[in-house]
């Protein structure tokens, strides 16, 4: 089974050929940085033009790389939300429009579901698991529980945690994306305990998140220093205690929700992270350390296949292909779309899907 996904709901044009033997054939990924730089952030229409240009020459590129034509696809699948929904549309409409011309199935599938199935693709893990899902847009706890079925423990009641990233590396000037020039000025660290964070819903109950208070913080910190632009020594130890308190606050978190995945699945043995942040190595490090002290075993997928990508469309396509879950040509690109529709909202207003 071949399936051809697309991915189009954020500032990264992507498609990729999977077959349902874990195999990815082709994975293109072509990133709109620089159409966005001059505005010191994405502009949702920019970013949907951006995809018109590149998506049928991305397309064309890995179903070459792929060595196959149309003709041996089995399915086509798109992301159908959530995200910035001129992007989303792009992406559903080249798909659908292969699919009618083809005669082919259609996935739409849930960019959510696309990240929370990626370890299923790289390390075969079985269902029940628990999943960390950190990115630019999102921050949740989910007990994945099979295809379609999500058990959402917790999520942030306000800021996404690579949001707070970004928005950290902007108040130091380190540019975008924030998240892995923070990481590298971290490294260069030598007094981190020098600015001393808060740890934000450690010690509440749940599994909620917050990063908007850790990001005000930061930016006191930064205010308290002498005026002028921050100098190297300054961005490398704020950098790195950015990263302790986001690592200590999101390990509270995860281990409340080990404790509610045991609960429900007293033999569930496997904790994954998804999203763009779990490319960060300290994050993944304490992440590792509080599994291996839970006897869990971690997982997290391969960087690229972490970050915003079209081989996990394509593989959440295939799961859903399998199960015959196929959607029709009436599919509406949807902006909100929160993979456990019936978890309660988080404490506070302003909340992610
Ligand atoms: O999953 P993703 O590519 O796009 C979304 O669906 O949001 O995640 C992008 C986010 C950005 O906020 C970026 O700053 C963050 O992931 N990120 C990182 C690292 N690499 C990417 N955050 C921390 N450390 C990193 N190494
Ligand atoms: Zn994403």
């Known amino acids: 089974m071949l399936v051809l996904g697309i991915e189009t709901s954020c500032d990264e044009t992507a498609a990729a050929v999977v077959d349902d033997g874990r195999h990815?054939?082709?994975?293109?990924?072509?990133?709109?940085?620089?159409?966005?730089?001059?505005?010191?952030?994405?502009?949702?229409?920019?970013?949907?033009?951006?995809?018109?240009?590149?998506?049928?020459?991305?397309?064309?590129?890995?179903?070459?790389?792929?060595?196959?034509?149309?003709?041996?696809?089995?399915?086509?699948a798109a992301t159908g939300g959530p995200g910035l929904i001129g992007g989303v549309i792009v992406g559903v409409m080249t798909a659908k429009g292969i699919a009618a011309a083809r005669g082919l199935p259609f996935m739409a599938v849930n960019h959510l579901e696309g990240h929370a199935l990626t370890a299923r693709l790289t390390h075969g893990v079985d269902f029940p698991y628990l999943l960390l899902l950190v990115s630019g847009g999102h921050c949740q706890l989910l007990i994945v529980e099979g295809v379609g079925h999500y058990r959402r423990l917790g999520t942030t009641i306000d800021d996404a945690v690579g949001e707070a990233f970004d928005k950290v590396a902007k108040m130091m000037g380190l540019g975008y994306p924030g998240g892995p020039a923070v990481e590298r000025a971290a490294g260069a660290a030598t007094d981190p305990a020098r600015f001393p964070l808060p740890r934000p819903m450690k010690g509440r109950p749940g599994c909620d998140f917050s990063?908007?208070?850790?990001?005000?913080?930061?930016?006191?910190?930064?205010?308290?220093?002498?005026?002028?632009?921050?100098?190297?020594?300054?961005?490398?130890?704020?950098?790195?205690?950015?990263?302790?308190?986001?690592?200590?606050?999101?390990?509270?978190?995860?281990?409340h929700a080990i404790a509610a995945f045991r609960a429900r699945h007293p033999k569930g043995d496997t904790l994954v992270v998804a999203g763009g942040v779990a490319a960060n190595a300290h994050l993944r490090s304490v992440l590792e350390g509080l599994a291996a002290a839970d006897g869990l075993r971690f997982i997290a997928p391969p960087q690229r296949l972490c970050t915003d990508n079209g081989a996990m469309i394509a593989w959440a396509g295939i799961e859903r292909l399998r199960l015959g879950l196929t959607d029709t040509m009436d599919f509406a690109p949807r902006p909100r779309w929160p993979l456990d529709p019936t978890a309660p909202r988080a404490a506070f207003a302003g909340v992610k899907a």
């Open 211 to 255: 990063f908007s208070g850790l990001k005000t913080a930061v930016r006191h910190a930064i205010e308290a220093l002498p005026p002028g632009p921050l100098g190297t020594a300054d961005m490398a130890d704020l950098s790195a205690a950015f990263q302790q308190a986001v690592g200590e606050a999101i390990t509270d978190r995860t281990r």
């Open 24 to 76: 990815v054939l082709a994975d293109m990924v072509r990133s709109q940085l620089a159409d966005h730089a001059p505005y010191g952030g994405i502009v949702p229409e920019i970013a949907a033009r951006a995809h018109i240009d590149a998506l049928d020459r991305l397309i064309a590129a890995a179903l070459d790389e792929a060595g196959v034509g149309f003709a041996d696809l089995d399915g086509i």
